[in-house]
């Protein structure tokens, strides 16, 4: 069975861009979650999308959201990017909400 | 506040040894953790998971301890290969939020020859 893909693996963005991620999760999952791992925040949770609906966010700005389409597959939006935006971005499957969640390879991010 | 703490920022083992990572936790509603390994440039890998109604869950080579009453969990390698230097994160969820992972700041561990 195929893992978790990302696309693309690595972006270069400028100030004030906006930026949109795409993750496809393992084939007959429908939970996809999103975090962010930076060296100083570590991992942290953004967001998780279950049957095309929004299931628990964490505490990030509006400026970061997302979309879960009937296939399962999801894209994460950030606006108006900033500096402190860079990071690696890492989307997560499972078959259904809590379950064990398998990670992508992330979407590297740089914001100059 | 850092509600997942893995204190020991690195491990250095030799191969044969037992690796013992550890992990504190602060928040009494998690109720089930993992510990993940990273490797550089690559996603988190699952490694094995135990809910808050066991002390103990092992899977072949790895073995992960909950003491609920000190908020501590460990995992325990043995024996010990230079493939799993990696970095391992240990993370929680909590009753209602389970996919939402809180994961600690991860320990470096560097198994030597």
């Known amino acids: 069975k195929a893992g978790v893909t990302q696309t693309p693996r690595y972006l270069i963005k400028t100030r004030g861009q906006q930026v949109t991620l795409s993750c496809s999760p393992i084939?007959?999952?429908?939970?996809v979650s999103w975090y962010q791992q930076t060296p100083g925040q570590g991992l942290q949770f953004l967001f998780e999308?279950?049957?095309?609906?929004?299931?628990n966010k964490g505490n990030f700005p509006g400026r970061f959201s997302g979309r879960q389409f009937s296939n399962s597959r999801s894209e994460m939006n950030v606006s108006t990017l900033e500096l402190g935006d860079s990071a690696l971005y890492l989307c997560?499957?499972?078959?259904?909400?809590?379950?064990?969640?398998?990670f992508g390879p992330g979407t590297r991010l740089t914001v100059l | 506040d850092q509600q997942v703490k893995q204190n020991s920022p690195s491990l250095s083992v030799q191969e044969g040894r037992i690796s013992i990572l550890n992990c504190d936790y602060t928040?009494?509603?998690?109720?089930?953790f993992l510990w993940y390994k990273k490797y550089p440039a690559e996603g988190p890998t699952f490694l094995i998971s135990?809910?808050?109604?066991?002390d103990k869950n092992e899977d072949g080579r790895f073995t992960v301890f909950l003491n609920k009453s000190a908020k501590h969990l460990s995992l325990h390698i043995v024996p010990s290969q230079p493939g799993d230097s990696a970095v391992y994160f240990c993370?929680?969820?909590?009753?209602?939020?389970?996919?939402?992972?809180?994961f600690g700041t991860g320990t470096r561990l560097q198994v030597t020859l």
């Open positions: 997560a499957s499972s078959s259904l909400s809590g379950d064990t969640q398998y």
């Open positions: 084939s007959g999952h429908r939970s």
């Open positions: 999308y279950f049957s095309e609906t929004q299931r």
């Open positions: 928040n009494s509603m998690f109720d089930y």
């Open positions: 135990i809910s808050s109604i066991k």
């Open positions: 993370a929680a969820s909590a009753v209602g939020t389970a996919s939402k992972l809180t």
